[in-house]
């Protein structure tokens, strides 16, 4: 199970900073992903990190504010989000998956993750 913490109120232009963390299983040999969901929106991709090789993928949406990493040590991957907008507001979610070639690669699509957090809300105020 993954479990995201961080999501909150902050105004136009403010950071957050996003945590998924992993009980029971090892995060580093995951493929990890956060998308998102506005009311009324389908869920959308926001930025993906591959497993060991770390290499990172963003939505043109995104590019440039957020930024996601993890910490192998604590478990954790983060998403960075800076400069937020009011369209940033949604409810966050980390997804994981952990075979096929999920050290080296990332992944857009949320079908392709095979574990799921139970989200967090994140709003931006204007």
């Known amino acids: 199970q993954l479990v995201e913490s961080g999501g909150g109120l902050v105004q136009a232009g403010g950071s957050l900073r996003l945590s998924c963390t992993a009980s029971?299983?090892?995060?580093?040999?995951?493929?990890v992903g956060w998308f998102r969901q506005a009311p009324g929106k389908e869920r959308e991709f926001v930025a993906a990190?591959?497993?060991?090789?770390?290499?990172?993928n963003y939505a043109d949406s995104v590019k440039g504010r957020f930024t996601i990493s993890r910490d192998n040590a604590k478990n954790t991957v983060y998403l960075q989000m800076n400069s937020l907008k009011p369209e940033d507001t949604a409810v966050y979610y980390c997804?994981?998956?952990?075979?096929?070639?999920?050290?080296?690669?990332?992944?857009?699509?949320?079908?392709?993750?095979?574990?799921w957090g139970q989200g967090t809300q994140v709003t931006v105020s204007s």
């Open positions: 997804a994981g998956r952990n075979y096929g070639d999920s050290w080296r690669l990332t992944y857009t699509r949320g079908a392709l993750y095979n574990y």
């Open positions: 029971r299983r090892t995060l580093s040999n995951y493929a």
């Open positions: 990190i591959s497993g060991i090789g770390g290499n990172t």
